[in-house]
């Protein structure tokens, strides 16, 4: 009965696909296997890129989501020269909470890395001498749903998530691991995106950059326009328990517009 159920079941699944090809995709998928959206910063996100997460994740059959931080932007409270003609605070905040409710809707649960632009409120107070008493959480701040959880990292089948503060260039994600002595996954650096291994003797850790979603035609993100390199659209998938690291890269056209693959 149980063998008659499977081929059914099989049967539906074209191209023909042999009985160990078969429980090989359905173990894959049925793993503990982590997706991980890179850098937003709503509400400067490339307006397909909460699809291609989603269409990512759902290949790979991800029961986990981490948020690597940045979520959104804060374009307007930054210690960085902004634009003057550029949205208030307070208008931000409303578009960055509209564009938030999207993934809210999307991701139910997400475990979300603070990043440097995530802590912007709480940075502002610390230079202003705001006591944290008077400060709202994340969780508030972005009216979540309880799904959605915030932390300084976030550790999953012995793999560290953390946004990546401190670490840049091509090696970061790598520099990362090593000093962490344990599979590392980062954003931050919004030029790279991959993953590196790494053995010794005793152990095999990776570490993994996720890339982000900016959209680079906001005018948020008009300080990189001189830059010869570019952001690395894509996302993370952790599969295996924590074994395989996976970055993919989200594929755009001569236009910067997803390809849908």
Known sequence: MVMAQKNLIMSKYRPRLTEQEYELIQNFRNGNNVGIIGDTHEPFCHPDYLNFCYETFNRFGCSTIVHIGDEVDNHALSYHEHDPDGFGAS??????????????????????????????????????????????????????????????HWEIDNVLYEHGTGSSGPNGHRNRAIANRQSTVVGH?????????????????????????????????????????????????????????????????????????
Not at 105 to 133: D, Q, W
Not at 134 to 141: H, Q, R, T
Not at 145 to 150: A, C, E, I, N
Not at 201 to 210: C, P
Request: charged letters at 25%; proline letters at 5%.
């Open 189 to 261: 650096s919004h030029s790279f995106g991959g993953v590196s291994y790494m053995a010794s003797r005793n152990d095999l850790i990776f570490g993994m950059n996720v890339g982000c979603g900016i959209d680079v035609d906001s005018y948020a993100m008009a300080y990189g326009k001189g830059f010869p390199k570019k952001p690395t659209l894509g996302c993370g998938v952790v599969l295996d328990g924590g074994r395989i690291a996976l970055f993919v890269p989200m594929d755009l056209g001569s236009k910067y517009t997803w390809n849908g693959r």
């Open 91 to 152: 208008r931000e905040a409303e578009l960055a909470q509209a564009r938030m409710e999207e993934w809210y809707k999307t991701f139910p649960e997400v475990k979300v890395c603070v990043g440097n632009h995530s802590a912007l409120p709480f940075r502002k107070a610390m230079t202003y001498g705001i006591p944290k008493r008077f400060m709202k959480s994340y969780e508030d701040i972005w009216s979540a749903p309880k799904g959605w959880k915030w932390e300084m």
